[in-house]
């Protein structure tokens, strides 16, 4: 059974820092893009990053590019979402997805795997 599970999350003030971490099991888990998506309450599930199955590629959504990082370590199964320059929209629950394939968008239906999400709060 594939299991993802993030961390780091928490509460920082406009213009901080948080690297998230995503630890996977239960599959070959360099095979496999991975991607980082976001809510906020009363809003709809938004991409904020996507990353190859090697790390050679990586995507962004226009709102986080120049100030997120998507990185891997397939290595330790797990990939991390450096966040820097917060602002307070970047307030959301924050979940690490795994890919159907080697290459993955930023559409949720390009997922099969999601884990249960951390908290981002970023205050003014």
């Known amino acids: 059974q594939v299991q993802l599970v993030e961390s780091g999350g928490g509460l920082v003030q406009a213009g901080g820092s948080l690297n998230l971490s995503c630890a996977a099991s239960g599959r070959t888990f360099s095979s496999y893009a991975m991607g980082w998506f976001r809510q906020a309450p009363g809003k709809e599930r938004e991409f904020v990053a996507a990353?190859?199955?090697?790390?050679?590629?990586?995507y962004y959504a226009d709102s986080v590019k120049g100030r997120f990082t998507i990185s891997r370590d397939n290595a330790k199964n797990t990939v991390y979402l450096q966040m820097n320059s917060l602002k307070p929209e970047d307030t959301a629950v924050y979940h690490c997805a795994g890919g159907k394939t080697y290459y993955s968008g930023s559409y949720p239906i390009e997922y099969d795997y999601w884990g249960q999400g951390t908290q981002v709060t970023v205050s003014s």
């Open positions: 990353i190859s199955w090697s790390g050679g590629s990586t």
